[in-house]
C-alpha cells in the first residue's frame, strides 16, 4: 500500500512536470513559429518590392522614349518614395527635368516701347517655366529734373520695387473670386526659372516707367510648363 502511494505521489509529480513544460513550451514554440513566418515575410516583401523597381523603371523608360518625361518623372519618383537609394536614379530625374524645361520651347519678341508684351501664355501652379532673352534697346525717358534732382511726382515712382530699372521682369495674374489677380513682379534678366504660385497668365515686359519712349525688340525664348496656345 505503501509501495502505491510512493508511486502515485512519483506519477503526479512527473504528470505535473510535463504539464509545465509543454505549458513552458507552447509559447516558445509560438514564438519560434511567429519569428520564421516574419521571415518569410520579409523574404517575399523583398523580393515584391525588387520587382515592382525593376517594372516602374521599365515602365519610366519607355515613358521617356515616347517622349512624355513628366510621367516618366513620376515613375521615378514612386521609385525613390520607395527606396531613395536606387541606383541612377536621381541623375535620370535630374536628366528628364532638363528635358522637361528644353521642350516646348517658344520663341517671339517684345516691343521694348510697350511695358508689358502680349500674353505670354498660360502658366500652372507650382509647375516651373524657363524664360531667357537677349538683346539691347535705347533706354528714352523724356523727363525735366532740377539740380535737386527728379521729384516723387514723375512717372519714375511707377517703376516696380526691387528690380533694376529697364531690366525685363514678369508676373502672373491669376484670378480670386472672379476678379483679376495682379502678382507681384520677379526679375527675369538674361535667364530665369520662375516656379509659379498660382494658375494663371504669364506677362512679361521691362521695368520702364510711363510716358517713355525707349525703341527696339528684345527676344524672348520660353520653355517648360507654359501653353503659348497657337504658335
Known sequence: MNIFRADWHVQLLFLGSALAVLLMS??????????TNVKQLNVQAD??????????AEIARKYSEAGDY???????EVIQSIQKDVPGVKAMITQLNEKLMSS??????????????????????????RIQAMGAYDFVIDVKST????PHT???KELADGIP???LMGMVISQEKGKPKMGKPFLIGEKAEYTPKEDGVLMIGLNLPAGHKSTGKIKVRISGYINRGSK
Not at 507552447?26 to 519569428?35: F, L, T
Not at 523580393?47 to 516602374?56: A, N, T, W
Not at 539740380?147 to 527728379?150: A, D, F, S
Open 26 to 35: 507552447e509559447p516558445v514554440a509560438a514564438q519560434s513559429a511567429k519569428k
Open 47 to 56: 523580393k515584391l518590392r525588387d520587382s515592382f523597381i525593376r517594372e516602374s
Open 70 to 76: 513628366e510621367k516618366s518623372r513620376e515613375m521615378l
Open 104 to 129: 516646348n520651347s517658344s520663341d517671339f519678341d517684345i516691343d521694348v516701347a510697350r511695358n508689358w508684351s502680349v500674353p505670354a501664355g498660360l502658366v500652372a501652379k507650382d509647375k516651373m517655366v
Open 147 to 150: 539740380v535737386e534732382g527728379l
Open 154 to 156: 514723375t512717372a519714375m
Open 165 to 167: 530699372t529697364g531690366a
